[in-house]
């Protein structure tokens, strides 16, 4: 199936992380595109700011 024009969305994002353990690390960062992670949000209003929290065992 071939894609419309208009279906492709480009941008970039970026984010800092502090570790705060061998295990676990948070960040904050800046998304300056338009799209959301979220696959039912389809009003691409979604730049702004976040938090994210990464873990593992």
């Known amino acids: 199936m071939k894609a419309c ?3 492709r969305k480009t941008g970039w994002l970026t ?3 502090y570790h705060v353990n061998e295990n676990f690390k948070v960040g904050v960062g800046y ?4 799209y ?4 039912t949000d389809l009003s691409y209003r979604s730049r702004g700011f976040f938090v994210n929290a990464l873990g593992k065992f």
């Open 5 to 7: 024009r208009g279906d």
């Open 15 to 17: 984010a800092g992380y």
């Open 31 to 34: 998304n300056f595109t338009d």
């Open 36 to 39: 959301s992670d979220n696959l």
